[in-house]
């Protein structure tokens, strides 16, 4: 049976809690040495271009990823769904090029495939994984293995953060030796700086949650809207809302919610603004503003003092964060507010819907041959 804990706090609220801990490891040894033979290797190659994959959770981290390798290292990147990369591998998927593939367990559906196929076409593999001795970790040429090792609970709080994180660690580490020594060593200070920052404000918005809560009982959707490397917040957060509340969830960004979906607003659904410093802030705050002209509950997540939104709820974020370090902090308030709601309407925190004999068995037909499920233990 699924492993189940039912006094509080659950598994999940451990691991949100560890979160500063689980960043502040990486930054030390062995994480560190692993991130740097890793970025001597892909120094040596120079590649043309990285590619980033990833399932669930860990597909959206790779957003983040892409982003890291193109606007800190300078490398062309792109993120793709880890299986639909094996299904239609693109033509640049040969020698001189990086496959970057992020999985918890290192035991996901499409895992194997894809590196094998890299391999075969000559790509240089790396796994960004916490378990080294999953399949993904002997499959690939190196790995950068993530401190706490593997998790009991459904949810990916400490393992999403701490996969960023350690990809962002190897964008900077790579400017450094690549053409962007300085931008390269900004990042590497301020990566220091977010274990603290993080830490300080998931003690403060723990005590907050339960409120917010409190006012969004009655939604019966979500749009969630992010852009940039926030795209992946956006969708993560979307994922956290759906799997913990009792209404529908969908990430959308700016410009695709104003060209069809805001038609669709009620006075029963919500808005949630990941309105980071970037290029789309602007945009978001007033897609947000227009949103609660329709009647929408409008939910903020910015930084502290932004101006131009009268949100309904405002989460304010810490400011003068650089935006591409921010999906670290935005997807806190997620985290806290899902827990929540999964204990406001009686799922378990750990579990969600996975704790149900129905679900089990559906995933039992669905994943069958996948030992993460043999072993009926959480999926991750």
């Known amino acids: 049976m699924f492993q189940t804990r039912r006094q509080h706090p659950y598994w999940v609220w451990e691991s949100m809690m560890r979160t500063p801990e689980m960043l502040q490891s990486c930054l030390e040894q062995p994480v560190r040495g692993h991130v740097e033979r890793v970025a001597d290797r892909v120094a040596e190659l120079a590649p043309r271009r990285v590619f980033c994959a990833g399932t669930g959770s860990s597909c959206y981290a790779s957003i983040v990823h892409a982003h890291a390798f193109e606007q800190v290292a300078g490398l062309p990147a792109s993120w793709y769904v880890t299986s639909d990369l094996d299904a239609y591998p693109p033509i640049g998927l040969a020698p001189g090029s990086v496959l970057i593939v992020t999985s918890h367990s290192g035991r996901t559906m499409g895992d194997l495939p894809v590196v094998e196929l890299a391999r075969r076409r000559g790509a240089y593999t790396v796994g960004i994984t916490d378990i080294d001795s999953s399949p993904l970790a002997q499959a690939v040429d190196d ?11 459904l949810p990916a709080t400490r393992t999403y953060s ?3 994180f350690r990809v962002l660690q190897l964008a900077a580490a790579l400017a450094q030796r690549l053409q962007t020594p300085e931008t ?46 926030n795209m992946g917040t956006a969708l993560e957060g979307a994922l956290i809302l759906l799997q913990s509340t009792d209404a529908g969830a969908q990430a959308f960004h700016p410009e695709e919610m104003l060209h069809g979906p805001i038609q669709a607003l009620t006075t ?17 705050l007033q ?9 929408a509950t409008v939910l903020s997540i910015a930084p502290e003092g932004s101006p131009g939104l009268d949100a309904d709820l405002s989460i304010p974020m810490p400011a003068d964060i650089p935006e591409l ?17 999964a204990l406001t309407t009686g799922r378990d925190p750990d579990l969600l819907s996975m704790g149900k004999e129905r679900f089990q068995k559906a995933f039992r037909r669905l994943m069958a041959g996948d030992s993460h499920y043999d072993r009926q233990s959480t999926p991750s």
């Open 184 to 229: 390269g060593t900004m990042y590497e200070s301020r990566l220091r700086e977010l274990p603290g920052i993080l830490g300080s404000f998931l003690d403060s918005f723990a005590h907050q949650a339960q409120s917010c809560v409190d006012r969004l009982c009655n939604v019966e959707h979500y749009f969630v809207i992010g852009a940039g490397p």
């Open 268 to 284: 029963a659904m919500c808005v949630v603004a990941v309105a980071a410093p970037g290029p789309f802030q602007e945009r978001i």
């Open 287 to 295: 897609t947000a503003e227009a949103s609660r002209t329709i009647g």
């Open 325 to 341: 370090l921010t999906p670290l902090l935005y997807i806190v308030p997620f985290w806290l507010l899902g827990y929540q709601f």
């Open 143 to 153: 790995t950068i293995i993530g401190p706490g090792g593997s998790k009991a609970e």
């Open 162 to 164: 701490a996969a960023v």
